[in-house]
Every structure is written in structure tokens, then in C-alpha cells.
């Protein structure tokens, strides 16, 4: 072949096998890798990737873009970190399927849980759908940046089946079981990857009211697995509070005996329970010792709040004087906030009763950071809100108020709320070595108002392959690999997360040296002008979807490769064989 469509140009390639670096070129022709090494054939395009890290895309197993994939052609901010393949309908939420009368209920539901505006869901949902299938072929209709795979989610299901007894939990008949069995079922050959469910009481509606998966009896559970095996494809993802381990992690290993199918459950450490994760990791090495394909999907970072003006969360919310300005503009709020009588008048002001979540947060100084630029996800204790404080003999409320109104009230704290008992990595380190967990949890797409770990892949690269000071650091084959090839066989995508001739033409070219992340900030580009955060980084060059650039230097290019990924793909001839 003396011309292909694109060559990669003398790049360190990492090529998402775990293997050493080594320097080599990449060639892609109609979509697909057709060398790595020395390559003679010249580009229709080239791109000279000396000095640059050149790996495959990143395959994201842990977003929520299950509204904005119908309206959006672009899954930002997944798709500006590198992100080439998403995976959506996570957490047991999303829109499908449903009946006309349900509309608001799952849109309350997403709400909810996942933090993304009813406003911009009610203006930006077409809902030309019922069916499961129906809703693929929805999003089938519009062309996308990079590939995005959907799971069937159990709330969906239930209220679609039960109406509102099952949004408020009850039991289902055997006949109503039957039926979701079969949905799932259908779901499941008509493409879906998998199905989600969430046993969390974290998770509740936009009304408080808990997800109404949570408590669902075994019985519904198990036929719900034996629909994964009559289709004999498809994941499980799975949220708990693992409230009664030995009962729920009991029913998972049931589930997974039973369907054949593999399971992923989240696992982070929580301040109520921060032994927890140990003994989960105990219960899912003696699993896979047993055989059982369940993993744990697993986060680099402290699972962590933003905390501003402009998100949903600040310790402020709370305070009289506060809550009688909450609804004015951004900018009238910080010109009144910075008023010395306001400010001395909220300052002395009691927080105002049932709010006990947001109000915790609020005393909770020790925990909650200055986030810096480059943003900071391992600060030291001495770095707090509180320590300082205590340094600088003032009111910790005093310091938090001056950087929420700093630069137009656009300034963001931190608060680790998971992953961050001891005030360090190290835990969230043993997790990520541990062989049976997964690269997950960046929640794209989701939370929009209050979290945006959605750039955890590229700081993976930043903070534990090189930037780290507190402790061991991680080799960029593991880091690759852990995010490219691990996630993409884990939900049965083998035709990517590998440089390899036959595979998926899905690349990043990396300025590693200079790859950083910007710090979060809002913007307010949902239907409606709901807002979202949004996070940047510089040091991709580019990225590339089945052989086309979609970005270059962090900016989009306009093409749009990507694809509804309809279920397990199989590993090209020539790949496998290699």
C-alpha cells in the first residue's frame, strides 16, 4: 500500500497492551490501523508526533450522556480529555423505555441523581421514542464526535412495567416481572451494552424521593440476569451502598453465576464507612479466585464537590441573608456579598435548619480546599480552609467568603467528599493496582452542577504518571492500558483500546510534557441556558476516531465519526491473530 489516509509520524507509542514504549509510526486507512512500526506508505495527511505520546483513545465505561446524546452531536467535556469511546445509562437512570405519562417522572429521577438541570432535559428531550430500540434509533440519527454505548436502565424499566408503584417501590407481581425480564431481554439483543440498577439511598429524585430500583426483591433481580443470558450478551453495573455486605454481596456473585455475564459494581471510600472498600476488595478477590468476571470500577482521585456561587453546593446556601439573594443574577449577588454590613450580617447568621447535608459541609473546614490553577486533587491537610484559618487566627467563613466572591463569584473550593479519609491518594492507589477493578466513575455528562471529575483520564496521566509528590507514582503503559484496553474488554468492546493492525482506528496524540488541566468553570450551553461545569486541558494534539481528527490542539474540528456502538464487538481477525 503506498498511500493510506493518515500517518503518525515517529511517535513514543503506548499501545494500550501494557508493554514498553517504543517509537514508532501509525498508519490508518478507511477507519482502521493498518501498521504500527516503521511505516513506508505516506499519508493523505500526516502528523508528526516526535517527542509526543501516541496512544489509543480512551473507552470511558462511566458516563450519564443519555439526554445530551439526542440533542448534542459533541460529548464534551468526555470527548476534549481524550475520550473516543463513551459508555452511558449508568447508575440504573436514563429515558428509555417510557410511556408518554412518565416523562417528567424520569426527568425528576435523572435530576435528581445525577444533577443534570430538569429545565435543560424538558427543553432538550425530543422523546420520539417508547421502546429501548426505539431510543437507539434516536440517537443513531445524529451524528456524534466519538462512539457512545447505551445499558438499558433499571428505573426506566420499572416505571415503564409498574407506573408509579414502581417510582415508589413496590413489590412487583410475577407477571410484572416477566415483562421487565423480557424488555431487558430485548433491549439487550436490539444493542444495548448492558443494564445498570442503583441500591443507593445517595440516589434519590428532584422530589427527595428514592430511586426506585433501590430494595427491589432478589426474585426480580434474578430474572432480570436470566434475560442477560437468554440474550447471552450484555454487563451488569451495579451501585450499593453494600449496606449488608454479606446479603448484597451475595446476590451480586448469584446474579453473575446465573447470567454468565460479567458485573462492575462502584467502589470508592466513603468518610461513614472508610474500612468498607477493604473488605469489598477482600470479597471481590476471593470472587474472581472462584472465577466469577466481577470487577470493581474504581476512581484515581477524591470523588469531589465544587463548591461556588454558581454550582449547586456552597457553604453559604444555608445562611438567611444568603438564601434572600439566592435568585438573583451572578453578578448583582457578588456586588451585594461584597458589602462589609452584608457580609459581617451573614457571617454571624445560624445556619438555617433542614439542610443537614449541605450544612455539614458548611462546618466542614478541614475538608475543604482552595483549588488553585493547576487545580490541586491531593492537597495536605496544612493547605485546608481550616488550617489556614487556625494559622491565620481567623474565621474559616471569613476565607471561604472572600475566594466565593473573588473574580465575579466564578471561583471554585474543593471538597473531597470520597477517596480522601487519610488526606491522601495512597487508598484510591491500592484500589487502581488491585487486578480486578476498573478504570470508571467520571460520571460525563452528569452532575453538572457540583462535580466534574470527567478529566480524571488525562489526570491520570498528569498527576500519577508524573506530576505526583506524596507518594508512588504510576508507569504510562499501566495508566494506558487501565483506560483503553482493561475498560474496553470489560464491556466487550475488542475492536479498540488497542494499537494494533486490524483494530479500531482510535487514537490520541499527547504532548505529555506539556499536558495539563485547566481548572473547572460554568458555562451555560444546555437547552434552556441551563448551566454545566466544564474542564479543559492543553497537551492533546490530537484526537482521532476511527481514522478521523476530531481534535486538534483542543479544538474541535468539525468532524463527527463517531457511532452508536450497538453491542459486544468482536476482535478483528488480523488483531487477534497477532
Known amino acids: 500500500m503506498s498511500e493510506v489516509d493518515l500517518v503518525i509520524r515517529g511517535g513514543t507509542v503506548v499501545d494500550g497492551s501494557g508493554g514498553a514504549p517504543r517509537e514508532a509510526d501509525v498508519a490508518i486507512n478507511k477507519g482502521v490501523i493498518v501498521a504500527v512500526g516503521k511505516v513506508d506508505a505516506k499519508g493523505r495527511e500526516e502528523i508528526d508526533a516526535k517527542g509526543m505520546l501516541v496512544t489509543p483513545g480512551w473507552v470511558d465505561i462511566h458516563t450519564h450522556y443519555d439526554g445530551q446524546v439526542t440533542w448534542d452531536s459533541h460529548m464534551t467535556p468526555s470527548s476534549i480529555h481524550g475520550s473516543t469511546t463513551v459508555v452511558m445509562g449508568n447508575c440504573g437512570v436514563g429515558f428509555a423505555p417510557v410511556r408518554k405519562t ?94 445498570s440498577t442503583s441500591r443507593t439511598i445517595a440516589h434519590r429524585t428532584s422530589d427527595g424521593d428514592l430511586t426506585p430500583t433501590i430494595g427491589a426483591a432478589d426474585k426480580e433481580m434474578i ?31 448469584k446474579l453473575v453465576e446465573l447470567s454468565g455475564r460479567p458485573l462492575s459494581f462502584s467502589l470508592v471510600q466513603a468518610d461513614v464507612v472508610p474500612n468498607q472498600w477493604r473488605e469489598l476488595l477482600s470479597r471481590l478477590d476471593n470472587a474472581a479466585a472462584r472465577g466469577l468476571p466481577i470487577k470493581a470500577q474504581v476512581q484515581g482521585r477524591p470523588v ?26 451572578l453578578e448583582e449577588r457578588v456586588a451585594i456579598m461584597r458589602d462589609p454590613a452584608f457580609r459581617a450580617k451573614l457571617l454571624a447568621e445560624e445556619l438555617e435548619p433542614d439542610h443537614p447535608f449541605v450544612n455539614a459541609l458548611a462546618g466542614a473546614h478541614h475538608k475543604m480546599f482552595e483549588l488553585g490553577n493547576p487545580p490541586n486533587y491531593e492537597p495536605a491537610p496544612e493547605d485546608s480552609i481550616g488550617a489556614r484559618a487556625k494559622r491565620d487566627g481567623v474565621n474559616p467563613d471569613e476565607i471561604v467568603y472572600d475566594i466565593l466572591t473573588a473574580d ?31 478504570f470508571g466513575l467520571s460520571d460525563g455528562g452528569a452532575h453538572v452542577g457540583v462535580i466534574c471529575d470527567v478529566s480524571v483520564p488525562t489526570y491520570m496521566l498528569t498527576h500519577w504518571c508524573r506530576d505526583r509528590t506524596r507518594g508512588e507514582r504510576l508507569d504510562i503503559p499501566f495508566v494506558v492500558k487501565s483506560q483503553t484496553r482493561d475498560t474496553a474488554e470489560a464491556v466487550g468492546l475488542l475492536d479498540r483500546g488497542l494499537l494494533a493492525p486490524g483494530m479500531k482506528a482510535d487514537v490520541n496524540v499527547i504532548d505529555f510534557d506539556n499536558l495539563r488541566l485547566l481548572p473547572p468553570h460554568m458555562v451555560y450551553d444546555l437547552p434552556s441556558g441551563a448551566r454545566r461545569l466544564m474542564q479543559e486541558a492543553e497537551g492533546y494534539v490530537a484526537t482521532i476516531v476511527s481514522g478521523e481528527i476530531i481534535y486538534r490542539n483542543g479544538k474541535a474540528t468539525g468532524a463527527l465519526p463517531g457511532k452508536l456502538v450497538r453491542g459486544h464487538q468482536p476482535a478483528p481477525m488480523r488483531a487477534a491473530a497477532e
Open 102 to 195: 412518565d416523562h417528567d417522572r424520569l426527568i425528576r429521577l435523572m435530576e435528581g441523581v445525577e444533577d443534570i438541570p430538569g429545565a435543560a432535559l424538558h427543553e432538550g428531550l425530543s422523546w420520539n421514542w417508547e421502546s429501548f430500540a426505539e431510543y437507539m434509533n434516536e440517537i443513531e440519527k445524529r451524528p456524534h464526535d466519538v462512539d457512545v454505548a447505551v445499558q438499558v436502565p433499571h428505573g426506566a424499566v420499572r416505571v415503564y412495567v409498574m407506573g408509579e408503584r414502581g417510582a415508589k417501590r413496590e413489590a412487583a407481581t410475577d407477571a410484572e416481572i416477566a415483562q421487565m425480564r423480557e424488555i431487558v431481554r430485548d433491549a439487550i439483543k436490539a444493542g444495548a451494552i448492558g443494564f
Open 304 to 329: 469531589g464537590l465544587m463548591l461556588g456561587l454558581q454550582g449547586s453546593v456552597h457553604p453559604f446556601l444555608t445562611r438567611p441573608s444568603y438564601r434572600a439573594i439566592a435568585d438573583k443574577p
Open 223 to 253: 430474572a432480570i440476569a436470566e434475560g442477560l443470558k437468554e440474550a447471552n450478551a450484555g454487563v451488569l453495573q451495579w451501585v450499593s451502598d453494600f449496606a449488608n455486605i454479606d446479603q448484597e454481596f451475595s446476590l451480586v456473585e
Open 408 to 438: 465575579g463569584g466564578k471561583n471554585f473550593l474543593f471538597f473531597p467528599l470520597h477517596n480522601y479519609y487519610e488526606f491522601n491518594l495512597d487508598n484510591a492507589l491500592t484500589m487502581i493496582r488491585n487486578p480486578n477493578t476498573l
